[in-house]
């Protein structure tokens, strides 16, 4: 069985302090995609990444994945209480019909 | 262009009632996906479907759940004699016929049942 495990499950930290979410497999990916999900709303994509060390970039969030493509992470600079949600992992094995193998989330709150 | 879309947003069943769900995907989306999500247990995968199709319903309880995309219409989640326990935020994502297969989801459907 394929399973995504993220980490840290919950995260709570001041305005301006930087972190980094994690999102571990033993098996490899041929994608791997991340979503923000905010309280009474549905997950929102973020990025996709899909070459081993790919790194993309979206404003103060950073996503690598993995050499090996079994393995994420998510750093985020200067953290703001409009990044509080919770960030949800999720990896595409081709021959897998087409279904996405999700992470549980890190909760992550941004105290002002 | 238009999100997914979702209705209703909150839904009340007393036990033993049906629920019925509605999804309609993007403009252009043909591969629809339910989901079922409870507090502490992130997002659990239910069925899989293409216009017309089940493809893959190996998350769905094999009773009192079924699913349809028909070829008009909106996609459908029904649950017949609804317990306490189904209560839970349902999400529906929508898929473009791509390789990277992401997924765009609507804002949920909120089942409370009494």
């Known amino acids: 069985t394929q399973l995504l495990e993220q980490s840290p499950q919950f995260l709570s930290i001041q305005e301006g302090e930087n972190l980094t979410v994690y999102c571990n497999s033993s098996?490899?990916?041929?994608?791997l995609q991340w979503y923000r999900q905010e309280p009474g709303e549905g997950p929102v994509l973020l990025v996709t990444?899909?070459?081993g060390g790919e790194v993309k970039k979206l404003k103060r969030l950073t996503f690598q994945f993995g050499d090996a493509r079994k393995d994420s992470s998510l750093h985020i600079t200067a953290a703001q209480p409009g990044d509080t949600g919770l960030y949800l992992c999720?990896?595409?094995?081709?021959?897998?019909?087409?279904?996405?193998?999700w992470g549980l989330g890190t909760s992550l709150a941004v105290n002002p | 262009n238009a999100g997914v879309m979702q209705n209703p947003r909150h839904l009340v069943r007393r036990r033993g009632q049906e629920a019925r769900l509605r999804c309609s995907p993007m403009?252009?989306?043909?591969?629809v996906y339910w989901y079922r999500q409870l507090p502490e247990e992130g997002l659990k995968f239910m069925v899989y479907?293409?216009?017309?199709?089940?493809?893959?319903e190996s998350g769905m309880p094999k009773e009192r759940f079924s699913a349809e995309f028909p070829k008009e219409g909106p996609s459908i989640l029904r649950i017949q004699q609804v317990v306490r326990g189904d209560s839970a935020a349902y999400f529906c994502?929508?898929?473009?016929?791509?390789?990277?297969?992401?997924?765009?989801f609507g804002p949920g459907t909120r089942l409370t049942v009494t």
């Open positions: 994502a929508s898929s473009p016929n791509t390789a990277l297969y992401e997924q765009y």
């Open positions: 403009k252009g989306h043909s591969h």
């Open positions: 479907l293409q216009k017309e199709n089940i493809i893959d």
């Open positions: 098996s490899v990916f041929s994608s």
């Open positions: 990444v899909v070459t």
């Open positions: 999720a990896g595409l094995n081709a021959g897998n019909n087409r279904k996405l193998i």
